[in-house]
């Protein structure tokens, strides 16, 4: 194709849905009319008798046809709109009022509003709830819109981009044809499109031709999978050979048959036929993508096959099928339902106690009420509902929604945190999600990737093994080993190949060679080439850039390039090296290339040598190989030899943990390929299955293999992963690695990691420990045998762990299983055929695997990670009751399953249970299965690309930042989101608390002590503050001891901050400093007194008070009587006052470690607000008598009258505070102290672990932050006296005062500026 403007006819799409024979709807397919053109482009005469085409029979596939006109009416097919914005204006708002009220606090809160609306059923006021709750909905309602609106100013710009569509002049003449600029959202399927260098694509298209040579194209799709790295893509050869001119272009006639659209991203099944002429198979080669960007190329023509929604991208978008939720929400929400079963009972009680009273105290002798707050008739069929609507603030209305922005500060925080910031990639952590911020506080088990994830993901060739030689690459430096210096062998080799007498040897190793540089997909691109820097090289001008998607494969082709067997070019049909420096460039025909999958393992591709011989050359994991080799009887000797020496290199690479593929070769002849290549052509146009009937077919090829020879690949660790590792260990986290290698591999990366320690017992589980032979083993007998292993590896582990048969003390033995992938699978394969989703022996697998200290999976496919995950998450799940570790091996350890007695009793004590949480960590888009399936997923930004962070919940760019994220942010989370979650509870049972304890002086008739506006404004403006500040800036630990003693992670493990008991805890504090703040100003503000018809509005009367009357009072069923009812406003002003100052103090001061200026701010600024809202609303307050001659709560400028004139207001304030705290928190944490100085003394059970003198070290000086993390760190190793306090969070809070470690508002004081 010339670089010149093209211009062509337009190619549109005759679309018509019909009924096929089997009743299936097809999509396409209609013979085009008298005098229509069909086909792609052109015309043809009437009813188009000049195409011959098969039609399709499946309704699973659809047909493009392409003709010139718009397209037909009616289309089945959607237009390339593109739309991920969730509302539209006119359903935004049903929807959602629906998503809102699909919460169950917000349809509770709905129907008390409703309630309140009923006349005489409000003692609240009718409109106290509903405005709240329509408040806090319409916030998230305005969040939800603001963020759709930006997500359709995006869809706008997307689907507004210009397209270049050829049109097809009316008269059909190409000649007057010409590109049509329209939207993107004007694209329709069978459009053909023309794209230029660096434009975006903006269908899934059908490239049809390309400016570059023989059709092929790059692409990059960072926008899709992050991967940066180019890829081919090419036109079909009938195609590019035919459309290579505008006449050639306009005069092109074919039909399209693909695939129903799909998510799936690797996978495209399709054909594309002629007329008159055989199918030809398409593939993903042959498919650009949606948002792919083209790049090295100047254009290409392309037919749309899927637009706008039906494009794979938008059908990939995966959701999970349920939202994850964290395990502290499902405590709370089971406290809240306790709360609304309390709330009624208590509502029950009130009514009661109502009816009781009302019997003999409601009316005076001349049958007027007694009170102002009673009516004539007693209405007892709504009481219970007055009770319910008084009683309903108990659930907090706005703990959600505050929770979300705490949330959202707390990530704010990680995201800017520069201990998990890689400088050198620009990279800091990232968060897709702020709702699952306290599960990183509570991990037990990691499920990592290896490659990528532990390690660089950096490929390093460093050693091949051919011809009986084990050979280094010249970059590899000298070894202790018989590996020789490949720069030498090469030259060895060269010299034979000169003279013409190449011995045997000589042979193996070229042939090897060429087998490297040839069975791959690799694409070299020209434009990111430089100069060569070695004088040897005059056959090119340039070094040779090589991309692919596969690391390995580059590494592989880059090695063959050093040792002069460079692969200069690809054809559609060729491959051209230079070998040797020769002065010549030699063409390999490419025959068939038989890609790479993840079930396979392997790859094949069949050439042509130049001698005319016909080569299949496959290369994969060693057990796949070994497999298909043929019998060492028909070897010769020295490839015997070789072979044997190769397999003695391989197991050496592997325990070294480098990354070891086999090589293996068969000369075909003529007549075999040509109709094995026959099958083949059938199979790769197959409409369905096609994967299953390509593999198969392959599997036909590729056998009695002749071994050439194995690579090895080292993939480095990365920094700080054995630290991390161990750390992760003392903070009581399993760790397991999932990877895809071999068991020696595995196990040697494992050992490199510190995964596997120096007196790790380890136990594996394949199949020559369970004693399986051979492929053919059924598989009844292979489910007995690992059944055998798991049973004795179960009494192994138990002896391993146990000092003695009946001691409950175990031994601090360090345990690891190595289990491989094919094991898994047979477990699989026996519960599909007995119908058992998950049998005995896989659960007592799990068992063993969960109660073991790490574990290693090798030969695991990304399906089997996800299979794993999934099934140790519902084990942990099932078994989270019992104590000590969700695994019954652990509890047996332990001393035993619990007893039906200790069950009950752990119930009614409320102990707090493991969390049993589990993380994925990945980095490929092939760990996305296994994220999704965690309860939390930890995307690594690696080298392959960003689906993975993508798809997962939080990013980091390092394997070592999951000391941070975890230990630090996790454990704040935890703490924070805990305290926060308590002190709403609390806060709410401390207000409205005294509405239940006011019913005693009000006769239990539901009468508010709290003016309505005044009780509706409590959590919105005088007690949401301090919450939200401590679930944002509380810090109990700082930084620098908590990553210093991985042990006080536990903390968050055990659910120490949040559970039943402490919750019991909090509440009763709540009811104890409510009672308190109704019963002290009860006492001196006349509740238990007679008034004197002198007596005062505001005047305390309990001074005058005899002890008679006192008692007298008290025992009245109503103990105000008839008397002071005027003074509601002072009583429930005091009590509110109170109340603020309660909620304040505690949460801000007493419950919170780090003191900042912002708790100062706060807690000042909560209370003043409370005194302006006071002076105003008494002024704007209606006159007295407004309401009526007996209402108690007219207060019309009352307030100043009592903060200004009467300092006994302020006394009976700071006298009600005091009391509370005095005999509830401040006693409560004496007691606290009082129990950690006798367990631990003064200085903390030995002096030498409390105080810690570190200097610097070579006389440089230690900075203030590394001087704690030290001091921290040699504390713990001396924690481990009579008392092991490592993992006791009041013990380290006492250390670090003793040391003065502080922290400040966003960071620790101590913490390193970067």
């Known amino acids: 194709m010339s670089d010149t403007k093209l211009v062509g006819r337009r190619f549109c799409v005759n679309y018509e849905a019909r009924t096929n024979a089997n009743g299936r709807t097809e999509r396409g397919l209609s013979q085009s009319g008298a005098g229509e053109s069909s086909g792609v482009g052109g015309s043809t005469g009437a009813g188009g008798g000049a195409q011959q085409f098969d039609h399709p029979q499946r309704g699973s596939f659809f047909s493009i046809f392409s003709r010139g006109g718009k397209p037909a009416r009616g289309s089945p097919f959607v237009d390339n709109t593109v739309r991920t914005a969730r509302f539209t204006v006119v359903s935004f708002l049903p929807m959602q009022l629906l998503i809102q009220f699909s919460k169950v606090a917000n349809v509770y809160f709905l129907l008390i509003s409703a309630l309140q609306l009923i006349p005489t059923v409000s003692p609240t006021g009718q409109f106290t709830t509903i405005l709240p709750l329509s408040f806090f909905v319409v916030v998230s309602m305005v969040k939800e819109g603001y963020d759709d609106y930006f997500r359709h100013k995006q869809d706008a710009a997307e689907n507004n981009s210009p397209v270049y569509r050829l049109h097809v002049s009316k008269d059909g003449n190409p000649a007057n044809s010409s590109w049509e600029k329209i939207s993107c959202k004007n694209v329709h399927v069978g459009d053909i499109i023309r794209i230029k260098d660096r434009e975006f694509v903006p269908v899934d298209l059908i490239v049809l031709s390309s400016s570059n040579t023989g059709g092929v194209c790059f692409v990059e799709t960072s926008n899709l999978d992050g991967e940066t790295n180019l890829k081919q893509r090419q036109a079909l050869k009938c195609t590019s050979d035919s459309i290579h001119d505008l006449s050639s272009l306009a005069s092109y006639h074919a039909m399209i048959h693909t695939e129903s659209p799909s998510g799936d991203l690797y996978n495209f099944d399709g054909y594309l036929q002629e007329p008159g002429a055989s199918k030809t198979p398409l593939t993903p080669i042959q498919l650009l993508q949606r948002g792919a960007t083209l790049r090295n190329t100047h254009e290409i023509y392309g037919i749309a096959v899927y637009t706008g929604e039906e494009s794979k991208i938008r059908m990939n978008s995966y959701t999970p099928p349920s939202a994850k939720?964290?395990?502290?929400?499902?405590?709370?929400?089971?406290?809240?339902?306790?709360?609304?079963?309390?709330?009624?009972?208590?509502?029950?009680?009130?009514?009661?106690?109502?009816?009781?009273?009302?019997?003999?105290?409601?009316?005076?002798?001349?049958?007027?009420?007694?009170?102002?707050?009673?009516?004539?008739?007693?209405?007892?069929?709504?009481?219970?509902?007055?009770?319910?609507?008084?009683?309903?603030?108990?659930?907090?209305?706005?703990?959600?929604?505050?929770?979300?922005?705490?949330?959202?500060?707390?990530?704010?925080?990680?995201?800017?945190?520069?201990?998990?910031?890689?400088?050198?990639?620009?990279?800091?952590?990232?968060?897709?999600?702020?709702?699952?911020?306290?599960?990183?506080?509570?991990?037990?088990?990691?499920?990592?990737?290896?490659?990528?994830?532990?390690?660089?993901?950096?490929?390093?060739?460093?050693?091949?093994?051919?011809?009986?030689?084990?050979?280094?690459?010249?970059?590899?430096?000298?070894?202790?080993?018989?590996?020789?210096?490949?720069?030498?062998?090469?030259?060895?080799?060269?010299?034979?190949?000169?003279?013409?007498?190449?011995?045997?040897?000589?042979?193996?190793?070229?042939?090897?060679?060429?087998?490297?540089?040839?069975?791959?997909?690799?694409?070299?691109?020209?434009?990111?080439?430089?100069?060569?820097?070695?004088?040897?090289?005059?056959?090119?001008?340039?070094?040779?850039?090589?991309?692919?998607?596969?690391?390995?494969?580059?590494?592989?082709?880059?090695?063959?390039?050093?040792?002069?067997?460079?692969?200069?070019?690809?054809?559609?049909?060729?491959?051209?090296?230079?070998?040797?420096?020769?002065?010549?460039?030699?063409?390999?025909?490419?025959?068939?290339?038989?890609?790479?999958?993840?079930?396979?393992?392997?790859?094949?591709?069949?050439?042509?040598?130049?001698?005319?011989?016909?080569?299949?050359?496959?290369?994969?994991?060693?057990?796949?190989?070994?497999?298909?080799?043929?019998?060492?009887?028909?070897?010769?000797?020295?490839?015997?030899?070789?072979?044997?020496?190769?397999?003695?290199?391989?197991?050496?690479?592997?325990?070294?943990?480098?990354?070891?593929?086999?090589?293996?070769?068969?000369?075909?002849?003529?007549?075999?390929?040509?109709?094995?290549?026959?099958?083949?052509?059938?199979?790769?146009?197959?409409?369905?299955?096609?994967?299953?009937?390509?593999?198969?077919?392959?599997?036909?090829?590729?056998?009695?293999?002749?071994?050439?020879?194995?690579?090895?690949?080292?993939?480095?660790?990365?920094?700080?992963?054995?630290?991390?590792?161990?750390?992760?260990?003392?903070?009581?986290?399993?760790?397991?690695?999932?990877?895809?290698?071999?068991?020696?591999?595995?196990?040697?990366?494992?050992?490199?990691?510190?995964?596997?320690?120096?007196?790790?017992?380890?136990?594996?589980?394949?199949?020559?420990?369970?004693?399986?032979?051979?492929?053919?083993?059924?598989?009844?007998?292979?489910?007995?045998?690992?059944?055998?292993?798991?049973?004795?590896?179960?009494?192994?582990?138990?002896?391993?762990?146990?000092?003695?048969?009946?001691?409950?003390?175990?031994?601090?033995?360090?345990?690891?299983?190595?289990?491989?992938?094919?094991?898994?699978?047979?477990?699989?394969?026996?519960?599909?055929?007995?119908?058992?989703?998950?049998?005995?022996?896989?659960?007592?697998?799990?068992?063993?695997?969960?109660?073991?200290?790490?574990?290693?999976?090798?030969?695991?496919?990304?399906?089997?990670?996800?299979?794993l995950v999934r099934a140790v998450k519902n084990r942990l799940s099932k078994q989270h009751s019992l104590p000590g570790g969700s695994s019954p091996l652990l509890t047996e350890l332990q001393g035993g399953g619990p007893s039906t007695w200790k069950r009950v009793l752990d119930t009614l004590l409320l102990r707090p249970r493991q969390s049993g949480v589990t993380l994925g960590v990945g980095d490929g888009a092939n760990d996305i299965p296994m994220l999704l399936s965690a309860h939390v997923g930890i995307g690594i930004t690696g080298r392959e690309g960003l689906a993975a962070s993508r798809a997962s919940d939080y990013s980091i760019a390092k394997f070592r930042f999951l000391q941070p994220l975890l230990f630090v942010h996790g454990r704040w989370s935890y703490q924070r989101i805990s305290l926060f979650v308590l002190g709403t509870l609390y806060k709410n049972f401390c207000f409205y608390g005294t509405q239940a304890v006011f019913q005693f002086w009000c006769g239990f008739s539901g009468t508010s002590l709290f003016e309505q506006w005044t009780l509706a404004s409590n959590n919105v403006l005088f007690t949401s503050l301090p919450v939200m500040v401590v679930g944002m800036f509380e810090k109990d630990l700082n930084r620098s001891t908590l990553l210093a003693v991985p042990e006080l992670y536990r903390y968050g493990q055990e659910n120490k901050a949040f559970n039943f008991r402490v919750q019991i805890r909090w509440l009763l504090q709540g009811m104890f400093h409510a009672i308190i703040s109704v019963l002290i100003p009860a006492i001196f503000y006349g509740g238990f007194y007679r008034s004197t018809p002198g007596g005062s509005l505001t005047t305390p009367l309990f001074f005058s008070a005899n002890t008679t009357s006192w008692f007298q009072q008290t025992l009245l069923s109503d103990g105000s009587g008839e008397y002071q009812e005027t003074a509601l406003y002072p009583f429930g002003t005091v009590s509110y006052t109170a109340t603020v100052l309660f909620c304040t103090i505690k949460v801000l001061y007493i419950e919170s470690h780090n003191i900042t200026f912002v708790h100062h701010a706060v807690g000042a600024l909560t209370f003043i607000v409370w005194v302006l809202w006071q002076f105003i609303y008494s002024y704007i307050w209606a006159p007295k008598g407004f309401f009526g001659a007996d209402t108690g709560y007219e207060y019309s400028g009352l307030y100043f009258t009592i903060i200004h004139t009467q300092l006994r207001f302020w006394m009976v304030v700071i006298l009600t505070v005091v009391i509370g705290l005095v005999c509830e928190d401040i006693g409560l944490k004496f007691f606290e102290l009082l129990s950690q100085l006798v367990r631990h003394g003064f200085w903390g059970g030995r002096q030498d672990s409390a105080v810690v003198d570190v200097g610097g070290q070579g006389g440089k000086p230690v900075d203030e932050y590394e001087l704690a993390s030290q001091k921290a760190r040699i504390a713990a190793k001396n924690a481990m006296g009579e008392h092991n306090w490592a993992n006791d969070v009041s013990w380290w809070q006492f250390w670090e005062k003793q040391h003065g470690v502080r922290s400040s508002l966003a960071k620790d004081a101590a913490q390193r500026e970067a």
């Open 325 to 867: 939720m964290p395990h502290l929400q499902h405590v709370t929400n089971k406290v809240i339902i306790l709360i609304l079963v309390g709330l009624l009972l208590l509502s029950g009680v009130g009514s009661l106690a109502y009816i009781l009273w009302d019997r003999g105290e409601r009316l005076q002798s001349n049958g007027e009420p007694r009170h102002w707050y009673l009516t004539v008739q007693s209405n007892y069929s709504l009481l219970f509902f007055t009770f319910v609507v008084l009683f309903n603030a108990f659930i907090p209305i706005a703990l959600y929604v505050s929770m979300e922005v705490v949330k959202v500060v707390q990530v704010y925080f990680m995201m800017n945190d520069l201990d998990m910031y890689d400088a050198e990639r620009d990279i800091p952590c990232q968060a897709n999600t702020s709702s699952l911020n306290e599960e990183l506080g509570q991990v037990q088990y990691v499920f990592s990737d290896k490659t990528g994830t532990l390690t660089e993901n950096v490929m390093e060739f460093r050693l091949f093994s051919v011809a009986g030689s084990s050979v280094r690459h010249p970059s590899c430096p000298p070894r202790e080993d018989d590996s020789i210096d490949g720069s030498k062998v090469m030259q060895s080799v060269a010299t034979g190949m000169a003279r013409g007498a190449l011995t045997e040897e000589h042979e193996q190793i070229h042939e090897f060679m060429l087998s490297m540089a040839l069975c791959h997909a690799v694409v070299p691109d020209l434009s990111q080439s430089t100069d060569l820097s070695t004088s040897n090289s005059s056959n090119s001008s340039k070094q040779i850039i090589y991309q692919s998607a596969s690391a390995d494969e580059v590494a592989i082709v880059n090695a063959a390039r050093d040792l002069q067997y460079v692969y200069k070019e690809r054809h559609p049909s060729s491959i051209i090296l230079n070998i040797l420096n020769h002065p010549g460039d030699a063409e390999y025909a490419l025959l068939t290339l038989i890609d790479f999958t993840s079930d396979r393992k392997r790859m094949s591709t069949v050439y042509r040598y130049p001698d005319g011989r016909i080569m299949l050359l496959t290369k994969g994991a060693d057990n796949v190989i070994l497999e298909r080799l043929c019998q060492d009887s028909l070897l010769t000797p020295s490839q015997l030899s070789a072979k044997k020496k190769t397999l003695l290199d391989i197991t050496g690479y592997a325990n070294e943990g480098l990354r070891t593929l086999l090589y293996g070769y068969r000369i075909l002849n003529e007549q075999e390929y040509v109709a094995w290549a026959q099958k083949y052509a059938e199979a790769t146009t197959s409409i369905t299955n096609r994967a299953e009937t390509i593999a198969h077919v392959a599997e036909e090829l590729e056998r009695d293999l002749v071994l050439l020879g194995a690579t090895a690949i080292e993939d480095r660790l990365q920094d700080g992963v054995p630290e991390t590792i161990e750390n992760l260990r003392r903070a009581n986290i399993r760790v397991w690695m999932l990877t895809g290698d071999k068991t020696e591999t595995a196990i040697n990366i494992g050992r490199t990691c510190n995964l596997i320690k120096k007196d790790s017992h380890i136990m594996v589980l394949n199949d020559e420990s369970c004693k399986i032979k051979g492929r053919s083993s059924s598989t009844a007998d292979d489910v007995a045998l690992i059944r055998a292993w798991i049973d004795s590896s179960i009494d192994q582990f138990m002896s391993l762990k146990r000092v003695s048969p009946k001691s409950p003390i175990l031994r601090n033995s360090h345990v690891l299983v190595v289990v491989e992938g094919r094991l898994l699978s047979r477990l699989e394969k026996h519960a599909g055929a007995t119908d058992n989703a998950q049998d005995a022996t896989t659960e007592k697998l799990l068992d063993l695997l969960i109660a073991c200290d790490n574990v290693i999976c090798c030969r695991f496919s990304p399906a089997q990670k996800a299979l």
